[in-house]
């Protein structure tokens, strides 16, 4: 039985820079992405669409019509190299947004499509209250236009719906246990891997059993600073994209452009990228705009980070 890896997260935790330095540049590692010469490509539009739709939105009788063209699409992608098979999304751990499928269902479909294979599968951990100031930050890139207590308030009343479950790394792995047949789990701490490029060098080898090429390691999306996000958040709420348009328009949609494809309507690039497009020149805005926006208390200390915490360790199996 061949072996496969899945990387499935967490979000802002080093995803980005390891598909793009590491996992798609090692030679012994045959990679599907995503990060392949982009941050949003994969091996092939195939491998996209199972990744970006069927893994990530579509509904039950969607996926039924599709779920055994995509796993003899996966056996096709591993079985033809005799490298370690790789595929990475920080999505498959994670319910991103309101619009995506439960976590559980996602790990359900992922045990479907790799039930011929050994599967080892490692998760990216980092401090909870870090993790959601990084993803704040991250959303105010994407459009997110309410403060960073709004931002924490909603995640507690709106657990019922959100991702918050997904942070409780107990949770996940015995969600994981339940689903995949004798499944081996590592968790890595982000803290640890982001001390220098030799250590993470040797721990990535180490867990996927592979040679330490000492591959050059890029930040490949690095954070900016509270002065601009403080700008960025004045000008969502005077541009709305993204996570400020209505849930009728789809989270990230360039992401989702393999579905627009194929439904043969003829969307221009242009309108797929929209957004993308949009985010850009509102992140030149922040970066040349006005000098006296305060932003000195962006991620001001709250009770709300403690009640989050506690939020987040009730979800234990």
Request: aromatic share 12%; charged share 25%.
């Amino acid at each position: 039985m061949k072996k496969v890896c899945l990387h499935i997260g967490y979000p802002k935790c080093l995803s980005t820079t390891l598909q793009r330095s590491f996992f798609e540049k090692h030679p012994q590692i045959n990679y599907a992405g995503v990060g392949i010469n982009d941050n949003i490509s994969y091996v092939n539009k195939d491998i996209e669409f199972i990744f970006e739709s069927l893994l990530k939105y579509a509904n039950d009788c969607y996926w039924n019509q599709n779920k055994k063209q995509a796993k003899k699409t996966i056996e096709e992608f591993v079985n033809n190299s005799s490298l370690l098979s790789l595929f990475s999304s920080e999505h498959l751990g994670f319910k991103f947004s309101q619009q995506q499928i439960d976590s559980v269902e996602k790990i359900k479909r992922l045990a479907f499509l790799f039930s011929d294979f050994e599967v080892s599968i490692f998760i990216i951990e980092r401090e909870p209250i870090n993790l959601l100031k990084s993803l704040y930050r991250e959303f105010l890139k994407m459009g997110y236009k309410d403060n960073y207590t709004y931002f924490m308030r909603e995640l507690v009343a709106l657990s019922d719906r959100n991702f918050l479950s997904d942070l409780n790394i107990l949770n996940k792995k015995s969600q994981l246990k339940e689903h995949f047949y004798n499944v081996d789990i590592t968790c890595l701490n982000f803290e640890d891997l982001t001390k220098n490029q030799e250590f993470l060098n040797v721990t990535l080898s180490s867990v996927l059993r592979i040679d330490n090429h000492k591959l050059p390691i890029k930040n490949d999306n690095p954070s900016i600073s509270n002065e601009h996000l403080s700008k960025l958040l004045k000008y969502n709420q005077m541009h709305p994209r993204e996570l400020g348009l209505s849930q009728y328009e789809p989270f990230e949609r360039h992401r989702n452009r393999i579905v627009y494809q194929r439904s043969e309507l003829d969307y221009k690039e242009e309108e797929i990228f929209r957004n993308v497009i949009n985010k850009r020149l509102v992140l030149n805005k922040a970066f040349k705009g006005d000098k006296n926006t305060s932003y000195k208390n962006l991620f001001q200390l709250t009770d709300l980070e403690e009640l989050v915490l506690q939020k987040i360790r009730s979800f234990n199996p």
